[in-house]
């Protein structure tokens, strides 16, 4: 009789972990599930779109208004591209308080980053990167090279599994 209470005991927690890692994970980028509805919100689905994705990012930066311009007008034509434009205008955080309310839920959350909020993160990671890079005032920039360097040991700390 013990035994099955152990396993009922088990799979309880086991649905219960689930639920939560579950709810943690979107609540990293809650803006994600609103434009779920409208357009899939990722760009990553093997190495080539990897290599991709990097070569769009070399290719493109943020306006101050927050948009993501894409100069060559080819890799702007792609639907990855459009993609990578909707999750950088609508879903990463792009004002300081949200950046480092993000980094202290991602410094929360329990195991490892689901695959699109790893995306998100180091999306938000590029767009910190070149705020620091274009900010005027010395206080500005590093106010945006903490959260860079934030950004970075959070995702780091996803890469080798230490929580």
């Known amino acids: 009789m013990l035994p099955w209470r152990m396993a009922i005991v088990g799979l309880f927690y086991c649905c219960i972990k689930t639920g939560v ?15 779920k ?15 991709l994705l ?38 990463i955080p ?12 991602i410094n929360n959350h329990n195991g490892h980053l689901h695959q699109d909020d790893f995306e998100r993160t180091l999306l938000t990671l590029v767009y910190t990167a070149q705020q620091m890079v274009n900010a005027t005032a010395e206080k500005q920039q590093e106010v945006w090279e903490e ?4 950004l970075y040991k959070a995702i780091k700390q996803d890469l080798i599994g230490t929580n």
């Not at 509805?37 to 290599?51: E, G, I, K, L, Q």
């Not at 308080?97 to 993000?102: N, R, Y």
């Not at 959260?147 to 934030?150: G, I, N, R």
């Open 54 to 91: 990097f070569e769009i990012l070399l290719a493109g930066h943020f306006e101050d208004s927050g948009e993501f311009l894409v100069q060559d007008a080819e890799l702007a034509s792609l639907r990855k591209t459009r993609n990578l434009r909707v999750i950088c205008e609508e879903i």
């Open 37 to 51: 509805r409208v357009v899939n919100p990722t760009s990553h689905n093997s190495f080539d779109d990897a290599r």
């Open 94 to 105: 792009r004002k300081l308080t949200d950046i480092f309310g993000l980094i202290s839920d």
């Open 147 to 150: 959260s860079f360097v934030s």
């Open 21 to 35: 890692t579950q709810r943690q994970n979107k609540a990293l980028f809650p803006a994600a599930s609103r434009i």
